[in-house]
């Protein structure tokens, strides 16, 4: 293999001279000047040239100089070529020239790069410099951007805010310009940044600030969210197009700031057109469409759920209001209140759902709105009270009209379980509903599979505890009807007497009703006698109370012109039996023979004697039984009917239940207050009720001076004491 002996020194000058008639027609060749292209010995010979001048021996290696001399190329193009051609344009045209220049330089760097590489492979590597592409870059940077990036970015500027005015340009072009302030950062996004997505946003900031403000003037509400939609779908295209992906952000930042949350409160509240008025005019496209714009936001959809729970509360509170007004002495139409209560939160609930995505915001504002008026009273009637006669009314419309569609009491059933959760005092409604139930289960007015279907899901919304009473009372009404199948069974061996039907109750799970010591006429005595020697053969050790307030009788009346069946309450019977003896009776010698209270005998005699049927005629005749009045039979009643069921007026038991329910309430809060300072033996005052508070809340909402009360009562009967140190706090007395 031969070496070369002693090669020619190549000179710088002469080395350059060689280069330089390369660059010229390489700037020829870019510049689309009629030039013959490269061919492969040029190419070669131009890459030997450099070579051979660097592997020279000092002082002839020529590294430094080509080095510096490849730099003073770009530098000499850049200032005298394409600087020039640049700053004698405007407008689009200059966003062209600088395009088209950024190009011919990033490919005479790549033309370069090549014939210099022999520099780039050892000289820049050693030395630690700038490699031969970040040269040329450096000086473009140096001599063309930093001299032509302001203009260039006041026209980008320009073009952009034609396109928001609807003007056609060309984003490939803005795409070109972009990329060359990104590409100016070598490797960071600083310039882009510093020289024009600053600018851009301040730009943005003004466009929208006075659009939000001749739009809030001129708009209605869903006009408004359709141009702020819109406009930010356009700024996220112009993102996609030609805008660095790191400003999408900033500028959709911009624009919720400026077009939605500055204005939410006005927006929202406009006349006519405002989140009140779509959420009335059933506008679920804008409802949901301002959903989207403001739960993209944080915290933006604050202004939207508050919207919404300030209409939803004054919904109700009309209601509540229409039915105070139609409320006639104190008698209030729950069935039309509660109806409108329910079809009022269908309609909010599938608002919730569907516009608002069941967002938990919207859930928490509906569920505030309602318990603000689901827990009013309506003409002295708590909505637990009315919520209970509205599912006694629902029953019995049920259990007398088998037509019904069990599928829509199911739906109702639904809806009165989602409305009680709203009420505070869901004991009081647990103790309306059962004193109800226990009527309908008693007089026969249920159905069995509806009784059973609401305990369930009651149980499963508020627990067991709430509803073991009630079920409790079912479950005796079926053992009654196979107790009385038993006992007619038993008596059919026995001298035949009066049909009699007996329903034993279990003590602790039916309200607690009064009882007397009512002598019977002497054909009830043989029946209850009877059901006492049946029972005692079935139990040993089980005790009967008989409740005559609860029991009802038929009588066969005779009178003069034909017999007719009277079917009356017990108290009824046993006043009318009396008379089978005796023509006339008067009050004094009625309540001996009966052993009944004064106000059970009055509320009887006038039922029988001053009411629709008189069967008694009264002496004195008046509305108004009083100690002095006599009574005798009227055998000259007539009537149409063959059979006649007389109303005894009902007792109103409000009192008593509310009575019931707040010491049920002391037993809860001493009983949570006992279970609490058992656990934490030690606790300050205010600690102590809030957690009793939080306890109870499930069932009522416990009044802080009835708890205050029940830890004074613990303190005497020595559950709990006072801290001698501190009297604030307590301890627990093991």
């Known amino acids: 293999m031969g070496s070369r002996q002693n090669p020619e020194i190549i000179t710088f000058e002469k080395g350059s001279e060689l280069i330089d008639a390369y660059v010229t027609k390489l700037k020829r060749i870019l510049e689309g000047k009629p030039e013959p292209a490269f061919v492969s010995h040029e190419y070669i010979g131009n890459y030997t040239t450099v070579y051979n001048m660097c592997i020279q021996k000092p002082p002839n290696d020529c590294s430094e100089r080509l080095y510096e001399k490849y730099g003073d190329i770009f530098i000499d193009y850049d200032t005298h070529t394409v600087l020039p051609s640049i700053m004698e344009k405007h ?15 990033k490919s005479m760097v790549r033309w370069l790069t090549r014939f210099f590489y022999y520099l780039d492979r050892y000289y820049t590597a050693r030395r630690s410099l700038p490699g031969l592409p970040e040269v040329g870059m450096i000086c473009f ?55 024009f997505e600053d600018f851009f946003i301040v730009e943005t900031k ?81 409802l949901s469409r301002m959903y989207r714009l403001y739960h993209a936001i944080p915290e933006g959809l604050a202004p939207v759920t508050e919207a919404f729970r300030l209409h939803v509360t004054s919904e109700g509170n009309a209601l509540i209001k229409q039915a105070e007004d139609a409320a006639t002495s104190g008698s209030v139409e729950e069935q039309v209140l509660v109806g409108k209560i329910m079809d009022l939160h269908d309609k909010y609930m599938a608002y919730v759902t569907e516009c608002f995505q069941n967002h938990t915001l919207f859930h928490k504002a509906l569920k505030e709105a309602f318990e603000i008026f ?73 159905n069995d599979d509806h009784e059973r279907s609401i305990l369930t899901k009651l149980k499963g919304q508020f627990g067991g505890q709430f509803t073991s009473k009630m079920e409790g009372m079912v479950t005796d009404m079926q053992l009654a009807k196979d107790q009385q199948t038993d006992f007619d069974e038993y008596m059919k061996n026995k001298p035949k007497g009066v049909d009699f039907t007996v329903t034993v109750l279990t003590t ?58 009277l079917i009356v309450s017990t108290y009824q019977a046993a006043v009318l039996c009396a008379f089978n003896n005796s023509e006339r009776l008067t009050y004094q010698e009625l309540i001996e023979q009966l052993n009944l209270s004064h106000e059970d005998l009055v509320r009887v005699l006038h039922s029988l ?45 409000r009192k008593k239940v509310v009575e019931d329910v707040d010491k049920d309430r002391r037993y809860a809060i001493d009983a949570s207050l006992v279970r609490i300072m058992k656990s934490r033996k030690v606790l300050p005052h205010q600690q102590l009720v809030s957690e009793c508070v939080e306890q109870l809340s499930r069932m009522f909402k416990p009044d802080i001076k009835m708890i205050k009360k029940r830890i004074e009562d613990l303190i005497t009967r020595d559950y709990l004491e006072r801290d001698s140190e501190n009297p604030n706090t307590f301890k627990y007395v093991a």
């Open 508 to 565: 602790g799970f039916w309200p607690s009703y009064k009882t007397s010591d009512l002598n019977l006429p002497l054909e009830m005595v043989n029946c209850i006698e009877s059901f006492k020697a049946y029972y005692e053969t079935k139990t040993g050790h089980r005790r009967l109370m008989w409740i005559y307030s609860l029991g009802n009788c038929h009588l066969n009346a005779r009178f003069d012109s034909k017999p007719i069946e």
């Open 374 to 446: 689901c827990n009013k009273k309506v003409a002295g009637s708590s909505s637990a009270e009315l919520l209970a006669t509205f599912c006694d009314n629902l029953f019995r419309k049920a259990a007398n009209d088998k037509s019904n569609d069990d599928s829509t009491i199911d739906s109702t059933v639904d809806n009165v379980v989602k409305l009680l959760d709203y009420i505070s005092d869901k004991d009081l409604f647990a103790e309306f509903y059962r004193k109800k139930q226990a009527r309908r289960l008693l007089f026969g007015k249920f």
């Open 609 to 653: 004697s001053c009411a629709k049927y008189k069967f008694l005629n009264k002496e004195p005749a008046s509305k108004i039984v009083s100690k002095t009045d006599s009574f005798e039979f009227n055998s000259k009643f007539t009537d149409k009917m063959r059979r006649i069921r007389v109303p005894l007026p009902p007792v109103d038991d």
């Open 206 to 286: 003004s466009y929208y600030s006075r659009k939000a403000s001749s739009w809030i003037q001129e708009d209605s509400c869903p006009e408004y969210m359709i141009k702020s939609e819109e406009s930010l779908k356009k700024e996220k295209e112009r993102v996609a197009h030609y805008l660095h992906s790191d400003t999408g952000p900033k500028l959709v930042d911009v624009l919720q700031s400026h077009l939605l949350v500055s204005v939410a409160k006005q927006l929202l509240e406009k006349e006519n057109s405002g989140c009140s008025a779509l959420l009335r005019d059933d506008k679920t496209d804008d």
């Open 141 to 195: 940077r140096e001599h063309v951007y930093n001299n032509v990036h302001f203009n260039v970015k006041q026209v980008v500027l320009a073009m952009i805010h034609k396109e928001r005015e609807g003007q056609q340009i060309d984003r490939a072009l803005l795409k070109n310009v972009l990329d060359l302030f990104v590409q100016n950062g070598m490797g960071t996004t600083d310039r882009y940044i510093e020289d």
């Open 91 to 105: 407008d689009e045209y200059m966003l062209r020239e600088l395009s088209q220049r950024w190009d011919t330089n």
